[in-house]
């Protein structure tokens, strides 16, 4: 059974960074694409950033030039560096991991942006 375990998010002023860590702990294989996405309270979940097992990343117009996305494929972690926070980036962060057709979720950690 693959396990995501998201840490990392807190409360934070804007204008200020964070970094959350996805690991999957005793995991042995390297999935194809890792990332994250954000869930704002009653909106959809969306996709932040994307990296794919070869290092291409792909993000979202809205945290470009702000988020990086990284990983370690012999760790199987990824992590997210979010610098220039906004209080508009307030939501739940999941960890996603995709192997093949298989999907997994992480089960959020709560980033909020607020003074």
């Known amino acids: 059974q693959v396990q995501l375990v998201e840490s990392g998010g807190g409360l934070v002023q804007p204008g200020g960074s964070l970094r959350l860590s996805c690991a999957a702990p005793?995991?042995?294989?390297?999935?194809?694409?890792m990332g994250w996405y954000r869930q704002a309270p009653g909106e959809q979940r969306e996709l932040v950033a994307h990296i794919t097992s070869d290092g291409s990343t792909n993000y979202a117009d809205s945290v470009k030039g702000r988020f990086t996305i990284s990983r370690d494929n012999a760790k199987i972690t990824v992590w997210l560096e979010m610098n220039s926070l906004k209080p508009e980036d307030t939501a739940v962060y999941y960890c996603?991991?995709?192997?093949?057709?298989?999907?997994?979720w992480g089960q959020g950690t709560q980033v909020t942006v607020s003074s």
């Open positions: 996603n991991a995709q192997l093949g057709l298989l999907t997994y």
């Open positions: 005793g995991t042995i294989f390297s999935f194809n694409a």
